[in-house]
């Protein structure tokens, strides 16, 4: 089986893992804000939270945005659920802004549009989760401009796309968004086996952040009510969770990280050679946009299903029978049974839904082969012209 997604782990990732289990601390120790640290200087940010998933840092960053009852969170159909539950967890209500046809990402359009109506019936969004889907930037300084226009806060979920850039700089950095997330699944672009972060260059933001992922418990005097009872005492002042991440995955994070950019630019290598075999096939190949370098987490393409004369499906179980690990990113959330209790129906999306009956994962990951590569379009050719 050829899967869709891998991680790499290397020698020095598991000495490095070791030397934390045989140290003092597997937990809340140094490697955590080694991390944080030299995640927050890779890619220009000013502070960066470590914790146990991406999930947790959308959760997190939607409270610090003051997210609850009675406000809105908008995001993109096209996304992991995570992207859009970070509202509800937060109490507040959840709705999608359609994607924009050729990059699949939130379309800038839709959303100013959608913004304009909301604006009239008072029912603007307090946070916007925008998405760079398969690393793919998002158009984020038309997207800003808006958010800014109506009062909206930004996050970036990219789960997808460290290491990518956006007009040359690194995403991350938030010069466009409140607060960046990454994830560090092991199918994403580097790994901590579960984990994910919170990266912001506001203070208070930050130290907001900083006492949710730990039960809202500080041990700094002046974040307290009165003066310390003695050297035991911290005072629990805010409702957090336990969302740490351990030392262990801090560790390996750290050991990643080096590689950072060789991950990037193999996934470039292997883009670029699927896109010149695609190139006769009555597909079409991921957008990259001008002013930005995708972090490639993903390569999807896209069926002409008119020019086929097999369905979406039997492509699908075709390549999967001949052990092509393929995959759909992503069943659009509002069509989940959860999400259409709530009142969304299929067709409100439109082009979200175009997308998921055309849309295939072709197996992408740094230790992919070209030998490989060839298998799976060798495949993809046969299940086509069936
Ligand atoms: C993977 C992913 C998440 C969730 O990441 P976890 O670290 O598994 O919690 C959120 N959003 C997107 C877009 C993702 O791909």
Request: proline share 4%.
């Amino acid at each position: 089986m050829i899967p869709y997604g891998k991680q790499d782990i290397r020698q020095e990732d598991i000495d490095a893992i070791i030397e934390v289990l045989q140290s003092d601390f597997l937990t809340q120790g140094p490697q955590v804000p080694a991390f944080e640290q030299a995640v927050a200087q890779k890619v220009g940010a000013e502070y960066a939270l470590a914790v146990n998933s991406a999930t947790s840092a959308l959760h997190i960053a939607c409270l610090a945005l003051g997210l609850g009852q009675g406000d809105i969170l908008w995001t993109t159909p096209v996304t992991f659920v995570a992207s859009a539950n970070c509202g509800l967890y937060c109490g507040a209500s959840v709705d999608f802004v359609d994607i924009d046809p050729n990059t699949y990402n939130m379309s800038v359009s839709a959303l100013k549009t959608k913004l304009e109506h909301a604006a009239a019936h008072h029912r603007l969004p307090k946070v916007l989760v925008a998405v760079h889907l398969c690393g793919q930037p998002c158009e984020m300084s038309r997207i800003k401009a808006l958010a800014d226009q109506y009062g909206v806060k930004i996050i970036e979920d990219a789960s997808h796309s460290i290491g990518g850039k956006y007009r040359g700089e690194y995403i991350g950095n938030c010069r466009y968004s409140d607060i960046t997330i990454f994830s560090f699944h092991p199918v994403k672009i580097i790994t901590t086996a579960e984990g994910g972060m919170a990266l912001t260059n506001s203070k208070v933001l930050a130290e907001k952040m900083n006492l949710l992922r730990s039960h809202g418990i500080t041990r700094d005097q002046d974040k307290m009510t009165h003066e310390s009872d003695g050297p035991w005492y911290y005072q629990q002042v805010d409702l957090g969770f336990n969302y740490r991440m351990t030392e262990l995955q801090a560790a390996l994070g750290l050991s990643q990280l080096e590689r950072l950019d060789e991950y990037v630019s193999k996934r470039h290598e292997l883009a670029k050679i699927y896109d010149e075999l695609l190139n006769s096939l009555p597909v079409t190949i991921p957008f990259q946009h001008s002013d930005s370098y995708s972090g490639l987490h993903l390569y999807v393409i896209r069926l002409h299903r008119e020019q086929i004369n097999r369905s979406h499906q039997e492509v699908f179980e075709s390549l999967r029978e001949k052990g092509i690990g393929v995959n759909l990113h992503y069943i659009p959330v509002h069509t989940h049974p959860y999400y259409q209790h709530m009142g969304f129906a299929a067709d409100d999306f439109p082009n979200a839904m175009a997308y998921y009956h055309e849309a295939i994962s072709l197996p992408m990951y740094p230790n992919l082969t070209k030998e490989e590569q060839h298998i799976v379009i060798d495949a993809l050719k046969a299940a086509l012209s069936a």
